[in-house]
């Protein structure tokens, strides 16, 4: 990820639930250029669903991300996380919105 002063940011994904087209569940991480995971930044478990409410497709997706503890929520809080977050939903919404 590339911040608005050309900040670079790295993560690390690592997928280990696929269920096709219903969840996706990882550990998401942040890292390096190079993939080693940063020990001092938490590390989330991310489950996403997607739900088919009678329209044949996709209609709504619910993120769920766990911290290990209050305090590393805290961190990445003061991190602009959930900016970061919702900046990625909308641009989700206006990329749908062009198909």
Same mark, same amino acid.
């Given at each position: 990820?590339?911040?608005?002063?050309?900040?670079?940011? @790295?993560?690390?994904?690592?997928?280990?639930?696929?269920? *096709?087209?219903?969840?996706?569940?990882?550990?998401?991480?942040?890292?390096?250029? +190079?993939?080693?995971?940063?020990? +001092?930044?938490?590390?989330?478990?991310?489950?996403?669903?997607?739900?088919?409410?009678?329209?044949?497709?996709?209609? !709504?997706?619910?993120?769920?991300?766990?911290? *290990?503890? *209050? *305090?590393?929520?805290? !961190?990445?809080?003061?991190?602009?996380?959930?900016?970061?977050?919702?900046?990625? @939903?909308?641009?989700?919404?206006?990329?749908?919105? !062009?198909?």
């Amino acid at each position: 990820m590339t911040g608005p002063n050309g900040e670079q940011a @790295w993560g690390k994904a690592i997928y280990d639930e696929i269920v *096709a087209p219903e969840r996706l569940a990882y550990t998401d991480s942040f890292a390096d250029a +190079d993939g080693n995971v940063n020990p +001092d930044l938490p590390t989330m478990r991310v489950t996403v669903n997607f739900f088919d409410e009678g329209k044949g497709r996709t209609t !709504k997706i619910v993120s769920h991300t766990l911290y *290990a503890s *209050a *305090a590393e929520l805290q !961190k990445v809080l003061d991190m602009g996380m959930a900016e970061g977050v919702r900046e990625t @939903w909308d641009y989700l919404d206006e990329m749908l919105s !062009k198909v």
